[in-house]
Nanobody, 124 residues
Framework: QVQLVESGGGLVQAGDSLRLSCVVS????????MAWFRQAPGKEREFVAA????????SPIESVKDRFTISRDNAKNMVNLQMNSLKPEDTATYYC?????????????????WGQGTQVTVSS
């Protein structure tokens, strides 16, 4: 059974940086398409960034482009999300996900496994 455990969230000020991590157990991180989603209160879960099994990165959503970077550490079996220049509108619960399909990677339905989420709060 594949399990994903996120960490690294917290309360920061606008302009700060955070690095989220997602450790994969029960599987090999490079065997999956890995993605980060986020969900703010009262809103739908939103795609943030993804990395294909090949290591190719799907372009992040426009609102985080040039600020957020997804990366993978095969040795540690984990995927990370480096978040720079954080804004209050980045406040959300961030979820790590893993899937086996290479289609429609911005959709929640593309992913089979999900972590429990880590809260990121950005104050102005």
């Amino acid at each position: 059974q594949v399990q994903l455990v996120e960490s690294g969230g917290g309360l920061v000020q606008a302009g700060d940086s955070l690095r989220l991590s997602c450790v994969v157990s029960g599987g090999t991180v490079s065997s999956y398409v890995m993605a980060w989603f986020r969900q703010a209160p009262g809103k739908e879960r939103e795609f943030v960034a993804a990395m294909r099994r090949s290591g190719n990165i799907l372009s992040p959503i426009e609102s985080v482009k040039d600020r957020f970077t997804i990366s993978r550490d095969n040795a540690k079996n984990m995927v990370n999300l480096q978040m720079n220049s954080l804004k209050p509108e980045d406040t959300a619960t961030y979820y790590c996900s893993a899937g086996l399909t290479d289609r429609e990677l911005q959709r929640v339905t593309a992913y089979k496994y999900w972590g429990q989420g880590t809260q990121v709060t950005v104050s102005s």
